[in-house]
């Protein structure tokens, strides 16, 4: 690959939020950002930067890339959803149309696509469900029968039923109040999903913990488990190396890795759960480098 | 045209002042997506020790006003990794790289400068900065920084591993009570340049876990919110040389600085370089545009040459 082509693969625009609507508990944002929209792929990310140029906010806040649409009238758009839980979220929820933000992308790796025509099952929790309709749409061009489950807290926090409805052959919803769909985790019906699609692949996006299910369960039935993290990063471009996380490379040795370069995707049997513990993730004893008794 | 270009020692012309900050750019394979890593006048590469490295458990980031605090714990490949495929890489596209090291034992230090001297690619090699902010092994985790005779001793030893035309830049911390009698014991054991200045140690508490919200419970301070400290450290270091107190030196100015603005001004109190650090997470080509803000500026206020600017506030 030349130099060229590999300065090409990002980039950083001024983009116009051109709609920005509700959605349950959610802000769906469009934004004019052609450059980002030319190259991306389903799984990879934008990152946002907050509140202008001389904002005292000065990490940028990562989203997945809900869906790209490289020709539209506007120019090439991204959409993302977002979650204002904080005040670099909140300042996003609250562009109106005609504003600008800043966007870098797209970054990270992309999920990996069978070659061959496999069932496959798309599983989000709350809005991390947003990057999986345009990856059930690439799933299904490929021959693919597409299954979707999506499951929340609760009824608002669902993002995207009728969406799936539309673009998978099948959808189950889970809420864990019972206000949607079937009460319970998205792990519950996993099991029967996989053995009665026959599934070989089973990709998921959402908290750790709902991550982790989802590989123990894709493991307990022979499949691959392919699943996007959502690691807090400073920069999302690969230089701050705050958003590691242990993951198992392919010469079976440990490393904390950069979640935004060799992520946001990671096999779900590569990634080290046992070391995840309520929002901290330790470096096992046997990483590469990891700290020896009395050292560091 | 304002002309930019500044010598730092050893011989080596840089063709402008501004720099990446250590930690804050990786090894350069990723900013170089975003503007060529050889229009900056020096890459400096993420700190490197003797031996791979994990680095410290998550979270290792929390957001301050105006910057942020980290607490990575050197993660880094270890020098041999270093020598075979980062600096490597950095000559391939014609980087002039100022590598940062490090060690926990002024051996340590020493080893890494003598296997950086031995790579292939040390012709890329500008200078050396020592990154003496890391806990002593020998001396209770003390951070070498704040000990003038152990900033010396690792001064003296890089110093000795390393040709004469390799200028040797010791990174200070801000933390200690003097920054003049650290400045001045590794200027007398050898250090051909200062670099000002590293993060503030800080913490923060999570205030809904009521815990300390970092993994490694403290951590660093960098944004613009530490620039006040800079411009006061580097103003110190530079009125003591004025004064006599401190062989005269270059320094190279580091901390907070977000616009050729914020690099005006600790070249105005006596940097003779600056980088450019936590801004590059808000904006990765913020390096390159600093330059050119600070380019602009220097022309508008009449300035022919970027050294004319250096320390002028000194005085007035």
Sequence with gaps: MSERQLRARVTQEVAEVIATRRVGAYQHLTLVAPGVAELARPGQFVALAVGGETSGTLLRRSFSIHKVSPSGTYGGTVEIVVSAVGTGTRWIVDRAPHDTIDVVGPLGKAFPLPTDPVACVLVGGGYGSAPLFWLAAELRERGCHVEMVLGAASEDRLFGVVEARRSCDGVTVTTDDGSAGQRGWVSDPLPEIIERTKAGVVYGCGPMGMLESITRVAQAHDAVAQVAVEESMACGVGVCMTCVMPVVGSDGRTRMVRSCVEGPVFRGDRVRWDAFDGGHARVPDDAVGAPKVGGH | ?316
């Excluded at chain 2, 020598?83 to 080893?111: C, K, M, N």
């Excluded at chain 2, 003390?142 to 000795?160: G, H, M, N, T, Y």
Aim: hydrophobic share 45%; glycine share 10%; charged share 20%.
């Design chain 2, 1 to 316: 045209m304002v002309d930019l270009s500044v010598d730092l020692g050893g011989g080596h012309r840089l063709p402008n002042p501004l720099m990446t900050a250590s930690g804050c750019a990786a090894n350069g394979r990723e900013l170089h997506r975003f503007f060529d890593v050889a229009d900056l006048g020096a890459f400096v590469t993420k700190s490197v020790m003797a031996d791979p490295r994990s680095g410290r458990g998550t979270p290792r980031m929390a957001e301050t006003p105006s910057g942020m605090l980290n607490s990575i714990g050197l993660q880094g490949p270890g020098i041999e990794a270093f020598v075979d495929e980062d600096l490597p890489w950095l000559q391939s596209v014609g980087a002039r790289v100022l590598p940062s090291i490090a060690g926990s034992s002024s051996t340590e230090y020493a080893h890494v400068a003598a296997t950086l001297r031995a790579s292939r690619a040390f012709d890329a090699v500008i200078g050396v900065e020592v990154n003496i902010s890391c806990p002593n092994v020998a001396n209770r985790g003390l951070v070498f920084a704040c000990d003038p005779l152990a900033s010396a001793k690792v001064i003296a030893l890089v110093r000795e591993q390393l040709p004469r035309d390799i200028p040797v830049f010791a990174k200070l911390s801000p933390d200690v009570t003097d920054i003049t009698a650290i400045a001045a014991a590794c200027v007398k054991a050898g250090a051909d340049g200062l670099t000002m200045i590293n993060t503030l140690l800080g913490m923060v508490i999570d205030t809904d876990r009521m815990r300390p919200q970092l993994g490694g419970v403290t951590g660093g301070l960098s944004g613009p919110g530490i620039r006040p400290v800079a411009v006061r450290a580097i103003w110190q270091v530079r009125q003591a040389m004025f004064e006599g107190r401190i062989p005269t030196v270059p320094i190279i100015g580091v901390g907070g600085v977000r616009t050729g603005r914020d690099a005006l001004e600790l070249v105005a109190a006596g940097a003779s370089a600056i980088q450019v650090g936590t801004a590059v997470f808000n904006d990765p080509s913020a390096p390159v545009r600093v330059l050119r803000e600070l380019c602009e500026l220097l022309d508008a206020k009449g300035f022919e040459r970027f050294t004319d600017a250096v320390a002028v506030a000194h005085g007035r």
